[in-house]
């Protein structure tokens, strides 16, 4: 994966974007490098649960991906907390996210 960059797969319901998602992901596991596979509302829980304390271990399996792969992005709002500075670690990797139009 010499070019990084994000990618955002939008489409209707069974399209096939969390099929691509994963794929991408697993091309990258073939090449050694480290890959998280996470739907949104996992990772809110998680961000959520951080900010009552426990910010580095519910972090450290999303910092450890050098591919974090996000599905069903959109399906849940996101509140000021999370959106204000909890997803910045996005912003340093490439990051796949599925989301229905």
Request: with cysteine.
């Amino acid at each position: 994966m010499a070019c990084q960059f994000n990618l955002v797969l939008y489409g209707p319901v069974g399209t096939g974007k969390t099929h691509l998602a994963v794929a991408l992901g697993r091309l990258a596991c073939m090449r050694a490098i480290p890959v998280g596979f996470f739907t949104a509302t996992g990772l809110l829980m998680r961000l959520r649960r951080a900010k009552r304390g426990r910010l580095d271990a519910e972090l450290r399996p999303i910092a450890r991906a050098r591919l974090p792969v996000i599905d069903e992005f959109g399906y849940m709002p996101i509140d000021r907390t999370v959106h204000h500075g909890r997803l910045t670690g996005f912003e340093e990797a490439p990051t796949v996210a599925s989301t229905p139009s």
